[in-house]
């Protein structure tokens, strides 16, 4: 959340999303290939605290998703859009389905990461986009 | 080991108070425990307090000491927060300070102030009980969190929204006669089914209210109970916590709830009982789904059955195993920081045959309350048993 005074960003998950819309979005991995998402220093997995960045694969599948009806204020304007859960390699991520009529979502949709921004607040949000 | 009883239990009404400030609402059901247990407030040793959303709602933090006034009680005061299972924590905490000797008497509940924030606001404060970076900036609600879990239940196991529905009937059909609960009307599969959507599949219908309201439980030892003469027949003998990932997209299974079966069987082996023994349940229902997901955690349902429960009869009142006879979160309502505390006082009216559907239950000798934080990352279970003093 930025505002006016101040351009703080959230290490780790702000470098993510510049490293996605360049796409080069990657993963977290431990000596033991357990995966997981930044901001970490540690596998949730195994406390291994060695943990190295590895590319994620350019396609993900979606495994669950809903069309949200009552956003929070922050996706007022936004509403409805599809919010899904969708694993690229060694993670699943979470994001908004984007381009796309919404009733043609389901699960085993090919995407692959989009970031967009919300239309209400016009900041970015994690998108997938059907291949 | 010191056994823990019920001494007494009080509920303020759930529903729409928006001008009710938690001190009050708490203060309330405080008045209501003591009333019905006979306990003195001198007597109290501590006070474990659930809350959840107090610095958004109330622009309040530190509740512990503020809600130790408004109970007029001088004993240290905690708050616990633990999302939607912040009185369940509280509750656990209380029942293993009393069965190691470190209390006596124990003051545990919760309250929530919600409906003062509007629709909007109480989903954007509701929604913090995700991972704000990974899923609260992708646009997932609470309710969407559910949904999701829902469709991989569907796409997994089988089943349809009808099916839920069911669920839905059932908790509003137990709440008639409860004069606490936010609703008391009935409803039918149909009302649900043509409810304005919320996340998909689930709707209006399929979702509990935003409330406010309070719950307090007065917890003793038996010693306690036994030197005091209190009337206290239901005690709590088995507890259990289970955590998972925060992030529903980083947990192992989607459309289970491990973290539940990780505190059911904790506390039943606590209890030293297993599923077949319980006769009757208070879940987390915040969303038809969540009723599912929780029977099947603690084996009250095989995995992948638990959708068909309610249609099927077996959770009704009249069922084999009642499930949410108060109505549950569904129809009695959700001030999310009482409702695992307001869950243990509603099985053990139950129990003790001073529930308006103790008939339903007559026999009943044991009874399981779970209860959920966030998209289940944090849940707790107590058994409860009829037991002599
Ligand atoms: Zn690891």
Redesign the pocket.
Known sequence: MSDDESEVQDAGFDEWLDAAEADEAYALE?P?D?GSLPPRRV?P??G?TELEEVPLPGTGEIETFTVTHVPTPAFEEDAPYATAVARFGPVRVTGQVVGVNLETVENGLEVELEITVSETTGERVLGFSPI | MHDVRVAGAGLTAFGHSPERTSRDLFSEATIAAFDDGGVSREDVDALLYGNFMGELSEHQGHHGPLMAEAAGVQAPATRYESACASSGTAVRDAVMRIRNGEDDVVLVGGAERMTNLGTAGATEALAIAADDLWEVRAGMTFPGAYALMAQAYFDEYGGEHEDLAHIAVKNHENALTNEKAQYQSAIEVADVLEAPPVSEPLGLYDSCPISDGAAAVVLVSDEYAAEHGLDAPVSISGTGQGGDRMALHDREFLARSPAARDAGEEAYADAGIDAGDVDVAEVHDCFTIAEVLAIEALDLESVGEGISAARDGRTTADGETPVNLSGGLKAKGHPVGATGASQIAELAALLSGDHPNSEFVPDATTGVAHNAGGTVASATVHVLEVSDQ
Do not use: R, V
């Open positions: 431990c033991n357990h596998c997995e195994c291994a």
